[in-house]
């Protein structure tokens, strides 16, 4: 063929008409083949097509219609009870998609940094014998590590039926409070799926809005490694979930803020607001785990502040719970492989707040101290389940100080509900605190075997706090 200006244009018309006519009808979120989709709630469904096309939505008997606008489509499904398998099909003007598996049930997110990512491959070997019970109804679906300067639309996500394969590879705080969640008769009939996000070495600002990280000093906010900078984790792994309806939040992170706690509350209750405003659910369940023994030769005595820290969070935003972390780890590994324990704690509150079972879900918490001469008279909300001392050696994990704020260890006696402290180093104790250190030497607990929770009753600030003396 001999080129000219008219065979040129004809090859650049056959070109365009090869093109396609219509930009392909996507879906958002995270829902794929596998799926499970949260029960008694409206059902956002959502995604992109070309501006004007009219898009219909088939789920378990329901069909609604809406028009694409500006390139994007959005239907709301009513509340379907657990029940399942079903097929989604979305039909577009050209397109066809359908996915299959779907199930209805209780979708649990799952976020933090590495010990919540840290698969159940890594824990010890006699809890990889979990692994070998069924759970025929748990489904695991993982978001795409990433993240990105702006907010994305879209997340990869990939769904696995729970298999001993799959969970091994899986979050193992996760998998671990599935397992237990699962022993519950209630739930027998109920699918379960967790939504892992999370990402090793991150601090909290990175899983938070730009919109919201505005209202913070510059001097708040820290990159997490691999040069991930605030806000960027959030973009590429929250803001695509969309409204994306959950059963509660479970959330692992701290270490890397550690060095930071005075700013953590602020940070945390600030990222719970904006999820919940994200995924429209003002009163989402959050569970934040308390971080576990942990001394390292860099910070160890930051761990107790930034457990306060999560602590403070808890109490003051609503609808939020601490799972204590103390006691479960042996303190030497900033990644412990005993993570059982933690999924465990986690599933009793999860029980209690969630699913509103008649159970003891923590241990005993403090209520208040009363000087009393050379004594501190220790009250503890026990929930009627009273307390023990798991230790022959008698009780450990108190100390007291005088008006000069200096702590020695105090021993404790069990009186009903009360513990009465005292140190003879200390003739006129002024404040008490209890399991105050990296690696808490304590031994309170209640009858159900969960840990009396950390607590001070002084008020030095963060910024007086200083590393210990070698």
Known sequence: MKFNFKNIALLCLLFVLAQPLHAQVSLGGVLNHNAVVQRDRVLPVWGTARDGEHIEVEFAGQRVTTVAKGGRWLVRLSPLPASGPFNLVITGEHDLLTLTN?????????????????????????????LSVDHPNLRLCTVKKGWNGQP???????????????????SAVGYFFASELLKDSSLTNVPIALVDSSVGGTMCEAWIPQTALNQFDTNMLHDSMFGIKPAMLYNSMIAPLGQTPFTGVIWYQGEGNAGHPADYPKLLSTLIGE???????????????????????????????????????ARAV??????????????????????????????????????????ISTGPVFKRAQVKGATVKVT????????????????????????????????????????????????????????????????????????AAPFRTDELPYDRVQPPKN
């Open 380 to 451: 503890f909300i026990t929930g009627g389940n009273g307390l023990v001392c798991n230790s022959t050696n008698g009780l450990s994990g108190f100390a007291v100080a005088g008006v000069d704020g200096v702590y020695h260890p105090a021993s404790g006696r069990i009186d009903g509900d009360n513990v009465i402290v005292q140190s003879d180093l200390v003739p006129k104790p002024k404040t008490v605190r209890y399991a105050w250190s990296g690696v808490p030497n304590s031994t309170l607990r209640n009858q159900a075997g969960l840990p």
């Open 318 to 359: 609503p609808n939020t719970s601490l799972i204590l972390g103390i006691e479960t780890t042996d303190g030497t590994n900033l990644h412990p492989k005993q993570k059982l324990e933690i999924g465990r704690r986690a599933a009793l509150q999860a029980r209690h707040v969630v699913y509103h079972e008649n159970i």
């Open 275 to 313: 999820w919940r405003q994200q995924f429209k659910q003002p009163r989402l369940p959050f569970f934040v785990v308390q971080l576990p023994d942990y001394v390292p030769d860099w910070g160890g005595y930051y761990w107790t502040w930034i457990r306060e820290a999560q602590a403070k969070t």
């Open 152 to 170: 994305q639309t879209h997340a990869e996500a990939s769904w696995r039926l729970c298999s001993p394969d799959a969970a091994r590879d899986f």
């Open 102 to 130: 779907i199930l209805v049930g209780d979708v649990w997110l799952v976020s933090g940094q590495s010990n919540m990512q840290m698969p159940v491959k890594e824990c010890d070997n006699s809890e990889q014998e979990c």
